[in-house]
């Protein structure tokens, strides 16, 4: 799986979109870009992924620069249950070697009132 | 939405004795479930990977004698955790990847065990 780069922390105020970013230079061509986060003390939550094109949800969107090497979720309207670490992961879609996800440190996004 | 549940929430249990913690999924197939281990302000660490009917697989560092696992049916996975000491209270997640091929991801996760040995 290719290496990310997330900021360790960021703030939002509640109401205005959170903009995490992540790099992924080394991304491989058929490496997808998960997003999951987790809120304190609860396991991983799925939000997005995509491969090339921007995705959108109803959680988040997820904008993926034209040479892939990094990307960016986007939560349009933060609020304070948004308050999480966010964890962006390459890997191959659909693997069938059954590999875990690895997980790095992530972005701790601390929403303020 | 695939739903994966543990059992119990949280367990409190004294030096050398041993827990077991249930992982199951609740509406779907998992034919390989993950366990991690997660400590304060740190991120999620793969303790092994079980395949329903064989024997798990090990990340390096992790003793395969401490933490038993079972891996007996298609729906559930159990991580036995032997002679507990204070060092193995943390934080435990199961994960479940959906045998049919997940529709837009592989894995689903349990809440967590929150296992502190005193």
């Known amino acids: 799986d290719a290496k990310t780069t997330q900021p360790p922390s960021m703030d939002c105020a509640e109401g205005r979109a959170a903009n995490l970013p992540c790099n992924h230079s080394t991304i491989s061509g058929n490496e997808y870009v998960y997003w999951y986060r987790q809120i304190h003390s609860q396991g991983p939550q799925y939000i997005i992924h995509?491969?090339?094109n921007n995705e959108t949800n109803e959680m988040a969107s997820l904008i993926i620069t034209e040479d892939r090497k990094s990307s960016t979720l986007i939560l349009p309207h933060a609020t304070l249950r948004d308050t999480a670490v966010y964890y962006c992961i390459v890997r191959v879609a659909m693997d069938t070697g059954r590999r875990a996800l690895t997980f790095g440190s992530g972005t701790r996004l601390q929403v303020q009132p | 939405g695939a739903v994966v549940s543990q059992h119990p929430s949280r367990v409190i249990c004294k030096s050398g004795t041993s827990v077991k913690i249930e992982c199951r999924s609740l509406d779907f197939q998992a034919t390989t479930m993950f366990w991690y281990r997660q400590f304060p302000k740190q991120s999620l660490m793969l303790m092994a990977t079980?395949?329903?009917?064989?024997?798990?697989?090990?990340e390096q560092g992790v003793e395969k004698d401490k933490f038993l696992i079972n891996h007996a049916s298609l729906t559930l996975s159990t991580l036995t955790v032997t002679s507990a000491h204070p060092e193995d209270s943390s934080f435990y997640i199961c994960?479940?990847?959906?045998?049919?091929?997940?529709?837009?991801?592989?894995?689903?996760f349990g809440p967590g065990t929150r296992l502190t040995v005193t």
């Open positions: 079980s395949n329903e009917g064989s024997k798990a697989t090990y």
């Open positions: 995509g491969l090339k």
């Open positions: 994960s479940a990847r959906d045998g049919a091929g997940g529709a837009r991801n592989e894995q689903y």
